[in-house]
């Protein structure tokens, strides 16, 4: 009967529809793959055969296969939705049990492992921290925390430095002012006095009349700088004088008149003399005065009168007062020839009394020369008295009012900027003494006042001679409160100021000379040509960039993760074939971190020394890696912004044993520097390529997958880090796999043994971040099927329909 046979056709209708009604009910399941029904017939057979006409039984539902087929793949906005193109599975794992899958959709849960979402662990093989992968697999972790810092071991510079640079560096010679009056504590007058003659006083209405007669005198000056000699003066109504002196003006022109005549004498055998004459009025009289035109000179005017000299005081031999210098250093006018290569001399003279500071600036103004210059001068501690805080020390024009040597320093310090321009000052607690410095070398001048007799100072110049004591005597008699042997009292007679004076350091270019020094003795001593000694000219000085030819920068990082900048500065050096210590396309490299120097200490001492590096290059400009030296960077403290260490690992020098390689954890704070691939030609410098493997410490701010499945976690310190590498499996029969649910599945004796490897290796896909793979459900073909499948259980079922008729038909036969 054909019953069975319809039952099996309904069975197998049915079990196409829960297929197909799966199949669809996945069709939006990321990584689903759907399934269909392979069926085979029935025959009854037995041992003996199925004979010579069998009849079939029906059908049977041999198997449902999966097809695992590529899916769609759609894109995402999360770094960890992952698609795989391609064969493979994800490998999961939930608490020991591991399954697999294509559905990507992955995310952090609380502890940073990677994990779908029913909680299972992505598989991965995981790295260390230098991103190598060490084939593990495991629970692929990202941990959200801070990246630690990295110190910088290693530094990689390719760099190309210019062959055309000059060589900056040269061999010239070195001296100094040496003679007796440098730095000398010298005494004199605040203001200079200038010589004059004053006339006696006569009235202004004397009505004189220069038309009828006239005035003659001599004037000579004598001991002037300048021009001295002797003019004759006529004063009459035809050579400039007025008509009649009655008024005060009559006088200034007639004053005006002798003026003319001292300066262009009448009488042809004579010439100009250095001699001015005023009007002084005084209450309806007036007198007539002859100054010299150079103060501070001990010179002499003399007058000799004439006809009518007494009519405007000019008679009787008039007072002279000889003029007196101010307070100076002492310098006098001094001649040195300077010589250049080419053999051309120039002769310089420095002016008379001009400061270290003017003399320097002038010489610094010839070629090939270069001039510095300081000023010291120190207040004893010793005889400094201030009785009842009344002293006032005039340092260069500015009154300052301290009331001790500690708090001067203060005062001095806060206009070094401003009214004192370069001085500075430093107090000394152990002997009391205050020490006082121009860094231009401009003079000290000191001068004191106060209401108490005996209040003092004792100034010290740098040089050899002795000291100098201002002491206040308001009476200027001599009788202080308390007298200092040998102190300087305050009086117009005896001087009032104490003047040092600046050295000069002096610079000769490559090939420059000095000669005839004159005089000798007091800025130079007689055998100053024997102190002349050879320096090296434009020597390297980071912070002038005209004494090296390139220099370039990049941070680094200490253990902490503090950033640091160090730079490396380029020094081309000299070549000269007869000197077999010389060589070709020879460079120095200096290099400073923070710009402090780094190099080993000297043995038996502390300070670090510059670091420097010989660098060579070859003939084709490639880097001569036989000559040039390893660049090790072995004496490097980490410190703050003021100079404090910062706790970070500290310098291993060479002589304690710091080496190549740097080992890996470093145990210092060494590191290297690579210029390989670094050149030398014609052209322009540039940085190719500088880099160096330290980093502060970062958070995570994201992360990427690449398609080979490395896990890249980007930092906000702006470093990237491989994490792990996403595993794949694959298998030798897919269709062995057991479904377990929440598209997942597991290993089998069927599915054989899983190959589990890199993506894009051994035949597997590749992954694609930001993806998630589609279920392959045709939604269309599943729904014809579920047509097909409705019309096959239709059709078996009206095949028992008709059987149960023909039944029935069969029992009514009776």
């Known amino acids: 009967m054909p019953f069975n046979t319809a039952l099996s056709g309904i069975r197998a209708a049915s079990s196409d529809l829960r297929v197909t009604g799966n199949n669809i009910a996945n069709a939006s399941t990321h990584g689903f793959k759907s399934s269909r029904v392979e069926f085979g017939d029935v025959y009854a057979t037995t041992v003996l055969g199925g004979g010579g006409n069998p009849i079939g039984s029906g059908v049977r539902t041999q198997s449902v296969a999966q097809q695992f087929t590529q899916g769609n793949v759609s894109f995402t906005e999360s770094e960890l939705d992952l ?5 493979g599975f994800f490998i999961v794992s939930n608490d020991g049990d591991r ?6 959709t992955f995310g952090l849960d609380a502890d940073g492992f990677v994990v779908n979402g029913v909680g299972a662990r992505l598989q991965g093989f995981g790295a260390d921290e230098s991103g190598n992968i060490n084939g593990v697999l495991g629970d692929l972790r990202i941990d959200s925390g801070n990246q630690a810092p990295r110190q910088t071991t290693g530094v ?21 002012t040496d003679g007796a009056a440098i730095g000398d504590a010298r005494t004199g007058l605040q203001t200079a006095q200038t010589t004059a003659v004053v006339g006696n006083n006569v009235p202004v209405a004397a009505g004189f009349d220069f038309t009828t007669d006239s005035i003659d005198f001599d004037v000579t000056l004598a001991g002037a700088s300048g021009n001295n000699g002797t003019v004759s003066v006529t004063l009459d109504f035809t050579n400039g004088a007025p008509a009649a002196l009655n008024t005060l003006a009559d006088a200034n022109a007639m004053v005006a008149a002798i003026n003319a005549q001292l300066f262009s004498p009448i009488n042809p055998a004579q010439s100009p003399i250095d001699v001015v004459a005023v009007v002084n009025e005084a209450g309806g009289q007036f007198n007539v005065e002859l100054r010299a035109l150079e103060s501070g000179e001990a010179s002499t005017i003399s007058v000799t009168s004439g006809t009518n000299a007494a009519v405007i005081g000019l008679d009787g031999d008039p007072l002279d007062n000889s003029g007196t210098a101010a307070a100076n250093n002492g310098y006098q006018a001094t001649s040195l020839d300077i010589t250049d290569p080419d053999g051309t001399t120039v002769t310089y003279t420095s002016q008379r009394f001009a400061s270290a500071a003017q003399t320097a600036a002038e010489l610094n103004a010839l070629g ?7 000023t010291e001068a120190t207040l004893r501690g010793a005889l400094y008295l201030n009785q009842n805080g009344n002293l006032t020390i005039n340092l260069n024009g500015v009154d300052l009012t301290s009331n001790s040597l500690l708090e001067l320093e203060a005062e001095i310090n806060a206009l070094t900027s401003s009214t004192l321009p370069g001085v500075s000052a430093s107090f000394d607690a152990a ?6 410095r121009s860094t231009i070398g401009s003079d000290l001048e000191f001068v004191v006042s106060s209401t108490d007799d005996g209040d003092r100072i004792e100034v010290d110049g740098s040089g050899v001679a002795t000291s100098e004591i201002l002491e206040v005597d308001s009476a200027a008699d001599g009788l202080a409160t308390v007298p200092i042997a040998g102190a300087q009292n305050l009086s117009a007679a005896a001087g009032n100021a104490v003047v040092v004076g600046g050295s000069i350091d002096i610079v000769l270019d490559e090939n420059y000379s ?5 005089p000798l003795g007091v800025m130079f001593n007689a055998g100053f040509a024997s102190s002349i000694q050879p320096i090296v000219v434009n020597q390297f000085d980071p912070a002038d960039q005209s004494t090296y030819n390139h220099a370039t920068s990049l941070t680094i990082f200490d253990s902490l993760g503090n950033p640091h900048i ?8 000299p070549f000269d074939p007869s000197d077999p210590t010389t060589s070709p396309n020879h460079w120095l490299m200096h290099v400073q971190i923070d710009g402090r120097d780094v190099g080993d200490p000297l043995p038996g001492q502390t300070d670090p020394t ?3 590096f010989n660098v060579h290059f070859n003939q084709n400009g490639t880097l001569n890696e036989v000559l040039t030296e390893p660049i090790l960077i072995s004496n490097w403290t980490p410190l703050d912004a003021d100079g404090d260490v910062t706790g970070a690992l500290g310098p291993q020098n060479v002589l304690s044993g710091g080496t190549l390689p740097i080992p890996d954890p470093p145990s210092s704070s060494n590191f290297e520097i690579s210029l390989d691939g670094s050149t030398q030609y014609g052209d322009d410098f540039s940085v190719d390529r500088v880099d160096q493997d330290g980093f502060s410490t970062g958070q995570l701010s994201g992360i990427s997958i690449d398609e080979t499945g490395i896990v890249f976690a980007r930092f906000s310190n702006g470093e990237a880090q491989i994490l792990a590498q996403v595993a794949l499996a694959d298998f030798p029969n897919a269709q062995g796999l057991q479904q377990v649910g929440d598209t997942m599945w597991a290993e089998n004796f069927e599915s054989g043994v899983p190959n589990i490897s890199a993506p894009g290796t051994a035949a597997l896909g590749v992954i694609q971040s930001g993806a998630l793979e589609e279920s392959n459900v045709d939604l269309s073909q599943q729904l014809v099927n579920l047509i097909i499948a409705q019309r096959n259980f239709q059709a078996s079922a009206k095949t028992i329909e008709t059987a149960d008729q023909t039944t029935q038909t069969i029992i009514n036969l009776r």
């Open 83 to 87: 698609a795989i193109s391609g064969t």
């Open 99 to 104: 399954a697999y899958t294509r559905a990507g």
């Open 156 to 176: 990689e510079s390719t760099l190309l430095l210019d062959s055309r640079e000059p060589v900056l560096q040269g061999i010239g010679s070195t001296f100094s």
């Open 368 to 374: 090939g020369v270069s001039a510095t210059a300081s």
């Open 431 to 436: 002997s009391g003494d205050l020490t006082v």
């Open 514 to 518: 000095v000669a005839n020094v004159t």
């Open 566 to 573: 160090m730079t490396q500065y380029f020094v081309k050096q």
């Open 610 to 612: 510059r670091a420097s």
